[in-house]
Each structure stands twice: as structure tokens, then as C-alpha cells.
């Protein structure tokens, strides 16, 4: 099954919308969304980029853009009141959950995209706690709570984002996008080809349904 890599993090505004309009766009074309949480901060640094250096007559008009896309997409988006948020612990608890599966299973064609099913669903469950709910995803005691929603293993899972293995899967991933010349969330890969921001979801797909 053909695939789209999807870079993101929890604290791009974009991100949020994309979560849930490039799944859409796979099921149409029968192509695998492949979540790739990376750390923006760690992207960011060095770079001298500073996500709130801009002016009031921007921010406001991107705040009502993201109204415009809620409003397009059905989603129920609201500005949280802490931005930006410390993702760390979130993203390390994304790339976690297949290690909630049983250690050492070998995955076939299946079990991956199911793996990567479930993934997706805890992703777009902290997405929707953040962007919609404003609940604080900084907050081990709130992942937790998530993922029991979700149907996982919440202290476990809580427990493994601690981990030394989480840090260094969440500092790989974002290492291998800075190689691959990701400069930004979110970003995605069919293929070779590259596209950045949810406005290019439209590429995305023309790409897809050309293959």
C-alpha cells in the first residue's frame, strides 16, 4: 500500500487541520498516512526562527484563517489560551504506543497498518484535547487520561514517554526530517516529492490519484 509521510507537531496550528484532512485524502486513494511526530523546537533551534516574532496585524489575521479552515473543514477549533505548548512529552508518547503492542512482534502488511491506525488515533485524540478542549498535553496526567479514552494502557503509556528509548526515537525522527529538508509542520512525503502546510493537501492528493 502506498504511503504519506506526515511530519507534524502538536503545537502548529496547521498540523491540527491536517491530522484529520490527509487521512480523508488517503482513504479516498487507498494510501497509508505514516505519522512522524518530530519536535519543532528542536527543528527551530539554531535556525533563529521564533514562532511568535510577528506582528499583531499577522497573528490576527492568521487566528481568523484557522477560523476560516474550521469553519471549511466542520472542525471545532478554538485558540487554546497556553501557546505555544511544550510538546515533548506528547510527541515521545505518539511514537510510544507501538511499544504498547506485545515486545517483539513481528509486523506483517496487517499489523503495521493497524499499528499505524492506532497511532493515528491517539494523535488525533491529543489534537482535539489541545485544539479543541484546551487541555494542557504537557501534562503526563493528562496524556494518561487521553490514551485511557482512547482504549490504551495510560500510565504505561505515560511511563514509556519517560523513557530514554522515547527520547532518542523522538530526536531520530526529528533528525531524519531535518536530513530530508523538513523545515516545518506540518510537512508531508509521497514519495520523493515534498509538500509544506495543509494548503498543499490539494498537491497531495493531485499526486496520489495521478499513481
Not at 515521545?92 to 503495521?112: H, K, M, V, W
Not at 478542549?133 to 490514551?147: F, G, K, L, Y
Not at 525522527?173 to 520523493?192: C, D, H, K, L, N
Request: aromatic share 14%.
Amino acid at each position: 500500500m502506498r504511503t504519506v509521510d506526515f511530519y507534524f507537531d502538536y503545537s502548529s496550528t496547521n498540523s491540527y487541520f491536517a491530522a484529520f484532512m490527509l487521512p480523508q485524502i488517503c482513504a479516498r486513494h487507498g494510501a497509508r498516512v505514516r505519522w512522524l511526530p518530530l519536535h519543532l523546537a528542536a527543528l527551530f533551534r539554531g535556525t533563529g526562527f521564533d514562532v511568535m516574532a510577528m506582528t499583531p496585524h499577522k497573528a490576527r489575521y492568521l487566528w481568523r484563517d484557522h477560523a476560516r479552515y474550521a469553519e471549511f473543514t466542520g472542525l471545532p477549533f478554538r485558540k487554546p489560551s497556553r501557546f505555544p505548548i511544550k510538546t515533548a512529552l506528547a510527541l515521545r508518547a505518539t511514537l510510544a504506543i507501538p511499544r504498547l503492542f506485545e515486545p517483539g512482534a513481528r509486523l506483517n502488511d496487517d499489523s503495521l497498518a493497524r499499528c499505524e491506525e492506532e497511532i493515528g488515533r491517539f494523535a488525533q485524540a491529543l489534537f482535539r484535547a489541545y485544539w479543541e478542549r484546551d487541555e494542557d498535553i504537557a501534562r503526563p496526567e493528562t496524556i494518561a487520561r487521553v490514551a485511557r479514552e482512547e482504549g490504551f494502557d495510560g500510565k504505561r503509556l505515560a511511563e514509556l514517554a519517560d523513557s530514554a528509548a522515547a527520547r532518542e526515537a523522538l530526536a531520530s525522527v526529528t533528525q531524519v526530517a531535518i536530513e530530508r529538508g523538513v523545515f516545518g509542520a506540518p510537512t508531508f512525503f509521497v514519495g520523493y516529492e515534498m509538500f509544506w502546510g495543509k494548503d498543499r493537501l490539494d498537491f497531495v492528493e493531485r499526486l496520489l490519484k495521478a499513481r
